[in-house]
């Protein structure tokens, strides 16, 4: 995999800026008109261009994924120790061996699998068939027959074939979450805009994959197939090359150290004992390959596996669905996270969080459409109904204008209709109006319906005390400029536009959309509403502010990750940088990003900005900006290879079709389960069941945990290959042995029962790792850097030191019972029931890396190590004094004071390695 970050390259071709062309310029350039194309012609225009579907792309042969799960040097070494246990004729350890690597290939071949799917989910958004005007009259096709100048006629819940420019539009609104990432639908109108707008401002056209919400439109098809947005990402996305993990790189490096290691120790071995020691050849080069069998360390690929699949399941628990399995380490080195507003940092539940009538600002309490929450006015509570002024009219009103609904159904509020509607409903209920009392109180005779051109709605009622009245709810400016008086507490007072002005700047530099309410008493008995009669004479009640707030859940993740720090190396929280890229508005954006603790408030770089640096540039600003609005695909894409360019690991979150190259780039693509499309959950690494911010939070503590079990799985294994390994050397070096049963000289460790000290300690202690819980302080500490080895050089000491203790413990025992004239193969058992007892003692203070393993925790805080530690005294007692494996391991019973000796070595051990690791807190302290 491509490990360089790819500079952002020149566009291949300018595209069209169909948006800011008028509709003649449009018609001229197409050959077209309003009336469609004739058949003949769109015949000839699809030969031309071709159909209107996304280019296949040829993907590698099953066979040749399958072949490539084996590049990679810890399967070469597997290899190599199934063949060396081959020669040796143990074939039960030589299919165990190969068993590994073929379940790590399989593993590795299911997913790569899954991973390719994601351009047919692309395919999959284009709709499968159109309405358009061909020789002047309706006719529906299959959308793969459209062709630039087609007329298309567009109705509500349509999904839009290919790329249109709009010449007719009726209250069109279109939603585009899924290629912009704005948050509501977005009102769409025929008036070209500028050419350098962003995608989620160019009101002018409707993109391929997206979804008609409401109105209808008439429009001129500007783009097919791949020249569409869409086939623009999908384009993107197959010439994205994924990043190989921390944790691969780390393993090959170590891999390739290690292999070199053993090569070398067994030649140098084999050249002393000939040379110098004056043995056979034969002996030396058995030897050898022991010495080679016993510093391979065959289980920890299985363990790597098996720590990330125990991730993977703790991580589901927590909403957290893993994709690919590495990607669970990766979260762990995470050091930024660049993620969506709407749904994943916001409830994608719109809120009225201000009222703002001419004397007062009353803000509510509570998100979401349940109605809970307080009014609060200067800090204290308030209550409307008591009030009955122009706060309790805002509300009442509100309710009234609206053609929305919001019911609880199993316990839950939900809503049906528009966003913002719904919100106003919520509003009202929490000052305890009922919708269904209001509407019989305030009869609907009519309603002009809300209108993109317009900008607002209204709606006629009659009370059975008050009379007629007309309800004007809109945008602010539309609504003021219909009114002629404003409502206060004393009374009805003249218009004073200028401060509804200010008021509007200050509540909409919260990131809060503005709505205005205004009414108009009726004293005749009409019955009927026409545009003449919204026209004037309104007086305007005051101001909604309305916002998608941030989720408590992930107002505290974000405190969690990012924390107080002044630097990234004095962090009291995970020490990660939380950036924000969303196609939203960047007031909205930045005001969301600071109720986050995410940016300072003022700093956001757009879309347009983004478009106008080089890649130099973009990197050289990177660092200091956390809030990114109005971007595009490509600018996603962007930022994400800068933040790696500075050497940064990095997660992105996204739910739409316009998120997939980003996902696919980034070190952990992120996924939404519930709001995101295929396309992305396809490209990601990850998927979050809950749609939550505070899901990411926890899978990069579970991330971290899993990285910290597999180095304490190394610092646990390496030892006893250490221990091995130096046994075979100090006894060739030494000249330290036993005469075999036909003369020759015999190791103190045979080959086979090295394998089976490697396979028992490896399956049963080593494994019990993959259970330990998070450190306490997992959290608090900067992520790893992305250049961390893997075995660092503190890591490298203990391991050094821990081998050392074994093998004087092991040889010592060895020569002692030679000494008492015991066999060689009596020897060689206590030899190796040292060296397991050994490590049995090794794995308490290996579940604590750093901290000390004097206490009681250490001793019975994990079911896991004790179950592996009862499971490994059955086989080694098997192994010592079953007949049967007596005869295949020729190994003999061993006493009871022998095994006191064994039992005060492992205790030695144990208190040695703790004083290690006191010297090494104190010396750490101290620097």
Not at 747 to 775: C, D, G, K, R
Request: hydrophobic content about 45%; charged content about 25%.
């Amino acid at each position: 995999m491509k490990n360089e970050t790819p500079q952002h390259s020149e566009k291949k071709t300018e595209k069209t800026p169909w948006h800011s062309f008028s509709i003649s310029e449009v018609l001229e350039r197409l050959e077209s008109d309003t009336k469609g194309l004739s058949a003949s012609e769109a015949d000839s225009r699809l030969e031309k261009y071709g159909p209107n579907e996304l280019p296949q792309t040829k993907g590698r042969s099953a066979l040749m994924r399958f072949l490539a799960q084996f590049n990679n040097v810890l399967i070469y070494l597997l290899l190599a120790a199934a063949v060396i246990t081959g020669l040796l004729a143990e074939w039960l350890d030589m299919g165990v061996i190969l068993g590994v690597v073929l379940v790590n290939a399989m593993i590795g071949f299911i997913q790569e699998g899954k991973a390719e799917k994601s351009l047919d989910s692309i395919r999959n958004m284009l709709s499968p068939s159109a309405v358009v005007l061909r020789d002047g009259k309706k006719k529906e096709i299959e959308a793969k027959e459209l062709v630039p100048g087609d007329v298309i006629l567009l109705n509500a819940g349509d999904k839009i074939p290919a790329d249109i420019r709009l010449f007719k539009s009726r209250d069109l609104q279109i939603e585009e979450a899924a290629l912009t990432g704005e948050s509501v639908p977005v009102e769409k109108d025929t008036e070209p805009v500028d050419k350098d707008d962003s995608l989620g401002d160019r009101s002018s056209m409707a993109f391929s994959g997206t979804m008609v919400a409401y109105g209808q439109g008439r429009g001129l098809v500007v783009g097919t197939g791949s020249d569409t947005e869409i086939g623009r990402i999908s384009e993107m996305l197959s010439d994205v090359e994924t990043l190989t993990t921390p944790l691969l790189k780390q393993l090959g490096r170590f891999g390739n150290i290690l292999s070199v290691a053993i090569i070398a120790m067994a030649g140098v071995t084999f050249a002393f004992g000939y040379f110098f020691q004056g043995f056979a050849p034969g002996e030396m080069f058995m030897a050898a390959v022991g010495l080679a069998v016993a510093a391979i360390p065959e289980g920890l690929p299985a363990i790597v596996t098996i720590t990330l699949a125990i991730g993977v399941q703790r991580m589901a628990k927590r909403n957290a669905i893993i994709r690919h399995l590495p990607a669970v380490e990766t979260l762990g080195s995470v050091s930024v996270i660049c993620t969506d507003k709407t749904g994943t940092l916001t409830r994608n539940e719109m809120t009225v969080q201000t009222l703002r009538t001419r004397d007062r600002t009353v803000t509510l309490s509570g998100v979401g459409y349940a109605p809970e929450g307080d009014f609060q006015l200067d800090d204290e509570k308030f209550d409307p109904r008591q009030e009955k002024g122009p706060i309790l009219d805002l509300l009442r009103f509100g309710l009234l204008c609206n053609e929305a609904e919001v019911t609880k159904t199993d316990g839950n509020w939900k809503a049906q209709g528009a966003p913002t509607e719904s919100a106003l409903i919520t509003a009202a209920l929490k000052a305890g109006l009922d919708q269904e009392e209001e509407n019989d109180q305030y009869e609907r005779l009519d309603a002009i319906p809300f209108s993109s051109e317009q900008k607002f709605m209204a709606t006629l009622h009659r009370h059975s005390e008050s009379g007629g009245l007309i309800i004007l709810k809109g945008a602010p400016e539309k609504v003021l400029e219909r009114c002629s008086t404003q409502r206060t507490e004393d009374g009805d007072e003249s218009l004073d536009p200028s401060f509804w002005e200010d008021e509007e700047q200050k509540i909409a530099s919260k990131g809060q959309r503005l709505l205005g309410l205004a009414i108009r008493p009726l004293d005749n008995g009409q019955d009927k509403l026409n545009m003449d009669d919204v026209a004037e004479g309104f007086i305007f009640l005051g101001l909604y502010g309305i916002i998608d707030p941030p989720r408590d859940e992930a107002v505290q993740a974000a405190e969690k990750l990012i924390g107080d720090c002044e630097s990234m190396e004095d962090c009291d929280s995970a020490g990660i940088r939380v950036k924000m890229i969303t196609g939203d508005h960047v007031v909205t954006a930045t005001a969301i990003g600071l109720q986050l603790g995410i940016g300072d408030g003022k700093t956001a770089l757009t879309g347009k900005d983004i478009e106008s640096m080089s890649d130099e540039q973009l990197q050289e600003q990177i660092p200091d900006v956390d809030i990114f609005a109005r971007v595009s695909p490509e600018h996603k894409l962007r930022i994400v290879t800068a933040l790696q360019a500075k050497d940064k690991i990095v997660a992105m979150t996204g739910d739409g079709v316009n998120d997939a190259p980003a996902l696919k780039r980034a070190d952990v693509g992120v996924a939404m389960g519930q709001s995101g499309t295929e396309a992305a959950k396809e490209s990601s690494d990850m998927v979050l069941a809950d749609d939550n911010f505070a899901s990411i939070a926890n899978a990069v503590e579970e991330g971290r945990t899993v990285y910290d079990n597999i180095k304490k799985a190394i610092l646990f294994i390496l030892p006893t290959n250490g221990g091995q390994a130096l046994v075979v050397i100090a006894a060739i070096f030494l000249g330290i042995g036993a005469a075999g049963a036909g003369g020759e000289f015999a190791l103190p460790i045979s080959p086979p029962q090295i394998l089976w000290i490697n396979m028992v300690t490896a399956v049963s202690l080593a494994l019990a790792l993959a259970f330990e819980p998070a450190e306490s302080n997992v959290m608090r500490r900067p992520p790893r850097k992305a250049d961390e080895p893997l075995v660092s050089r503190f890591l490298l000491w203990r391991i050094s030191f821990v081998s050392l203790l074994l093998t004087i413990g092991a040889l010592g025992h060895y020569v002692y019972m030679l000494g008492g004239n015991a066999s060689q193969d009596l020897a060689a058992t206590v030899a190796i029931n040292t060296l397991v007892f050994g490590q049995v003692c090794y794995l308490f203070n290996s579940r604590f890396i750093f901290e000390s393993s004097m206490r009681l925790t250490a001793f019975t805080g994990s079911t896991a190590v004790l179950w592996s530690i009862l499971v490994l005294a059955v086989l080694q007692l098997g192994f010592t004094y079953a007949p049967p494996m007596q005869f295949l391991f020729r190994t003999e019973a061993v006493d009871l004071t022998t095994w006191l000796r064994i039992f005060v070595f492992g205790v030695v051990l144990f208190l040695l390695v703790e004083g290690e690791k006191y010297l090494m807190r104190r010396y750490t302290d101290a620097r």
